[in-house]
């Protein structure tokens, strides 16, 4: 079954700085996609970025870049140069290439100190 | 835009009430989902459906039914509310397709039974 583990509960940075969340999932596809999404306070869940597994290019969006290591199963989301709206609940989720399901970690809070 | 739309925001009801939570996408996907988000637990998946009249059971089904009639609108039942069943409760929707793969979420609806 596949897993999505992210061990980072709360993470705080200050505004301007840089912050990477972590997440590690677990599968025995080789095709799939990974996603972080961000809910703020008012609960819109949006997506941040996407990666699709058999590309080795890491994905950027603007501020937002990904750390994707194939081979450990890992999929970190970096935040460069915070911005208060940054503040939010943050989830990695895994869907598999040929599946219609998502797997959802269970999220980062990450807050941003002005 | 794609819109995912749940039917409200805030829902107050008593224990043994039988609650409807609707969902209406407006982007022709196959799929779509019902979600339970819990603090420190993430998103759970109750059920989905892949199209109209299927369903299949998430990991946790019980207390839940649902009812897909249409392709654009999905609905979530509690059979008898109890109070365990407090919590927010997130739709979403998706293609089938190779582009177009990410998950697109409503608003939540913020459920209290008392």
């Known amino acids: 079954a596949q897993t999505v583990t992210q061990s980072q509960p709360e993470m705080s940075v200050q505004e301007a700085e840089t912050v990477t969340l972590s997440c590690t999932y677990d599968?025995?596809?080789?095709?799939?996609?990974l996603f972080w999404y961000k809910q703020p306070p008012s609960r819109q869940m949006i997506l941040v970025i996407r990666?699709?597994?058999?590309?080795?290019q890491n994905a950027t969006e603007n501020r937002f870049s990904v750390n994707f290591q194939k081979a450990a199963k890992s999929f970190s989301l970096k935040i460069s140069d915070s911005q208060l709206g940054d503040a939010a609940m943050y989830f990695c989720?895994?869907?598999?290439?040929?599946?219609?399901?998502?797997?959802f970690g269970t999220g980062t809070s990450l807050t941003v100190i002005p | 835009d794609v819109k995912v739309t749940q039917s409200s925001r805030y829902l107050v009801k008593r224990t043994g009430e039988k609650v409807f939570l609707e969902c209406v996408q407006d982007?022709?996907?196959?799929?779509m989902f019902w979600y339970r988000q819990d603090p420190g637990l993430g998103l759970r998946l109750i059920y989905f459906?892949?199209?109209?009249?299927?369903?299949e059971k998430g990991d946790i089904p019980e207390g839940y039914s649902v009812s897909r009639e249409k392709k654009e609108r999905f609905s979530l039942i509690l059979e008898s509310a109890s109070t365990n069943q407090t919590s927010m409760y997130l739709c979403?929707?998706?293609?089938?397709?190779?582009?177009?793969?990410?998950?697109?979420f409503g608003q939540g609806t913020r459920l209290t039974v008392v």
């Open positions: 979403a929707s998706s293609a089938f397709d190779r582009m177009n793969t990410e998950a697109f």
């Open positions: 599968t025995s596809e080789s095709d799939y996609y």
């Open positions: 990666q699709e597994a058999y590309k080795q």
């Open positions: 989720a895994y869907r598999p290439y040929t599946g219609n399901q998502f797997y």
């Open positions: 982007m022709d996907h196959e799929n």
């Open positions: 459906s892949y199209d109209v009249k299927m369903k």
